[in-house]
């Protein structure tokens, strides 16, 4: 039980550093008038469905990789988090807004937009997948769609408050290079998820 909770509070961490600023592009688009919301929601959920299925592929796939060289893995996000601490470092904070198209998309077009942005949550979250004995890789799964479930709700809840999502834009400039850090040193480190006693 321990080993299910900890590896579900590394995947909603996970989620939440690589998705802050998918949060602040669904609030956009839900707040844009004509735009239908069903299809903001199926096309994220798409989205989501996509990467959490590409990172049990890459589990399945880490098997034949040398145990040894899983954890190496974890390098990834911890380079990502430290080029996205440089930035936030080196950048204004007007320059960190995350714009939005300014015409209404449909379901395809928000799950290519939405694909398109997660580049960072695969570059996160296959590390982890990977590093994971298959018991709770389904529980990194089942933590993403359900966090992404949450995202959509909230994104929806602060869709009509600009400030809200302009001060989500401020937090995400420091806390997503922090947590991606702390991803990165877990899948680095050895740690209780990482093997189950048979």
Sequence with gaps: MEEI??????ALTAFVSTNTDNLVLLSILLGQ????RLAVLFGYSAAIATLALLGLVAARLADELPDAALSYLGLIPLAMGLERLRRALLRSPASAEVHAPDATLGFAGVAVLMLSNGSD?????LPLFAETPEPLTYFIALTVVVA????YA????IAGHPWVRARLGAVERWLVPILLIGVGLYILTDTPTDTLVE
């Design 154 to 157: 909230l994104a929806h809840a």
């Design 5 to 10: 909770l900890a590896i579900v509070g590394v």
């Design 148 to 151: 992404s479930l949450l995202w």
């Design 121 to 125: 949550t695969l570059g996160v979250l």
């Design 33 to 36: 008038r004509g735009q239908r």
